[in-house]
């Protein structure tokens, strides 16, 4: 009784501030004191980087998922505000942020909004299909997800084309700054090169290239720097696994013909489930602490900009180089 009256205050909660946020229009405006053009909106940190690649520090941009990442992400009022004013409304697609994004649009009541879900606009002979079925327990459902893997933001080849994507929409929206974002996210794209050559330098001599990872986000990032992944410990992010799939996941891991490199874990959700594997294993695999980049700290992601996804991915690439064998 009790959770249900907290549910029910909640949403009490929820339904007076959009009553106070939009019926009474005294609410915040969002963008108060950004003084750049065009406004967007993005759905994950790496679209910061893009954006700011493209466009350096002409527009003024708005990330949605800084503490809580996209599978976790509850659509707020003040999101809807956002899209009052944008001139650009940037998302993944692939069933990644289409529930929040999607409803974003709609109660902003903005159909004028460009609004690109820049995985769908990929080619499918580019996607790669999720892998890895969790093995229920008895009497438990299998998890559903859909067919394509969304976290293409992690595959070198996926940012190079999610680059030349948002170059076009904004020579279209901006046509006289056009030359200036060509050349910025020419020079982009470069760094984007530099980035995948040094992580295939520093794998290059690994001997053991397939890792466990915590949920299956790796897999554009396994192709780029030519790793295999052979097992998630959670299929679904945030969804504790069975007694039963983690006992299979060790079972892969003591196959000593098709040996595992690491068990990766990421800074989103807690350790425990690779852990457990790892106790299992008797520490034989190491851990590696491995960041999807789906959420950020705000001021680090303001100040870094463009290089914000590039450090990082580049000390995902030490953190698992120092590890493998």
Known sequence: MKRWGRLALGLM???LAAWYGVGCGKATDPWENETGSPRIVVTIPPLVSVVRGVAGDRPAIKCLCLVHGPHDYNLGTRDVRLLNKADLFLAIGLSLDDNFADGMRVQARRPDLPYLKLGDKLPESSLLEFQHVCTPAEGEAPHEHGKWD????LGIEEMIAMTEMVRDQLCSMDPEHASEYR????????????????GKEKLADKKVRRIISFHEAFGYFARSFGLEVAGVIEVGPGDEPS?????????????????????THEPQYKMTSAQVVSRRLNNRVPLVLIDPLETADPDELQREGAMWYETRMRKNLDELASKLR
Not at 150 to 153: D, G, L, M, R, S
């Open 150 to 153: 969304p976290h293409i933001w």
């Open 243 to 263: 007694a039963k799939h983690l006992a299979d996941i060790v079972k892969l891991c003591q196959d000593e013909k098709n040996p595992i490199g690491a068990i």
């Open 183 to 198: 050349e910025n996210a020419k020079n982009y794209i470069a760094r984007l090169t530099a980035l995948h050559q040094y």
């Open 13 to 15: 909660l929820v339904g």
